[in-house]
C-alpha cells in the first residue's frame, strides 16, 4: 500500500513545478517542495517491505529476483534524483530552474519504468500474493540444521499439500500425493519461480509463474514452457517423521 504515496507526491510535484512556472506561482513552487520531501520520505518507507521481500520472498536464482534488483536499484535513483532537486532548491518558494525540472522529468520516466516492473513482479511472479488452491493447507516453511534432522512428521501434510525445507542453500519441497512423500528442488528450471508456493495435484507439481508441470518421482517435464527436469530427492519415513537425503553427486563415466 505504500507505494502509491510516493508515487503521488512524486508526480504531484513535477505538475505543480510545470504549472508553477507558467503561472509564476510561489504558492504552487511550494506545494511542489514539500510534495517532494513527502515523497522521499514515503519512498524509504516503502523501500522497507520492498527489501524484505527481494531477500526473504523472491526466489534466488530466478527471473524474479533479476527484476527485483532492478526495480529496487531504479527506485534508488529516483530517490537520489528528487533528494537532488530539494536541496538544490533550499527553499519551498524558490523557483525551480530548468535543471530541477529536466531531472524531475527524467526521474518520473525511471519512476514508469520500475513501476511496469514492480506490477511484473506482482501480477506475473506473485510475489506477495497469497494465492492458494483449495485445500492447500497454511503455508509451511523450516529450516534444517543438518540432513540427519526430520523435516517434517507425516501428519503435518494431508494429500495435495506441500511444505518448503532449508538445508543450507538447498531449498526442497516436501509433498504428498497419492502415493507417498515426495521431495523435489524447489526451482522451476523455466523462470525459476517457486513450486512450494504452485500447486500438487496428483503427484504433479504446477509452476505458479508460468504453469510448467514436473512430475514429482522422476521430475520429468509434463508441461511446458520448462524444457528441463528438477532435480528429485529420496525420501525416507521412520516412526512417522520424514527424512530427505542429499543428492549423490554424479559418476564419472566410465571411458
Known sequence: ML????????????????VGKLSNNELLWAASYYCAIGGIVGGFLAAVPGVIDLFSVVPPR?????RGLLHGGL???????????VVRRYSAIAEPGTFELGLMTACLVVLG???????????????????????AGQWKERELESWERPAC????????????????DERIVIGRCPEGMVAFSDHCTHKGGSLADGALV????????????????????????????????ETETRA????????????????
Open 3 to 18: 507505494i502509491v504515496l510516493p508515487l503521488g507526491l512524486f508526480i504531484g510535484s513535477w505538475i505543480f513545478d510545470l
Open 62 to 66: 530466478s527471473s524474479g529476483k533479476k
Open 75 to 85: 527506485n534508488v535513483l529516483v530517490l537520489i534524483g528528487f533528494i537532488i532537486v
Open 113 to 135: 519504468i520500475s513501476g511496469w516492473l514492480g506490477g511484473t513482479l506482482s501480477y506475473r511472479n506473485q510475489i506477495g500474493v497469497d494465492h492458494r488452491y483449495a485445500n
Open 153 to 168: 512428521n507425516q501428519s503435518e501434510l494431508s494429500e495435495g499439500q506441500m511444505m518448503l525445507v532449508r538445508v543450507g
Open 202 to 233: 496428483g503427484c504433479t507439481v504446477q509452476c505458479p509463474w508460468h504453469g510448467s508441470q514436473f512430475d514429482t518421482h522422476s521430475g520429468r517435464v509434463v508441461a511446458g514452457p520448462a524444457k528441463t527436469k528438477i532435480d528429485i530427492y
Open 240 to 255: 512417522g517423521e520424514v527424512y530427505v537425503r542429499p543428492k549423490k553427486p554424479a559418476q564419472p563415466q566410465a571411458a
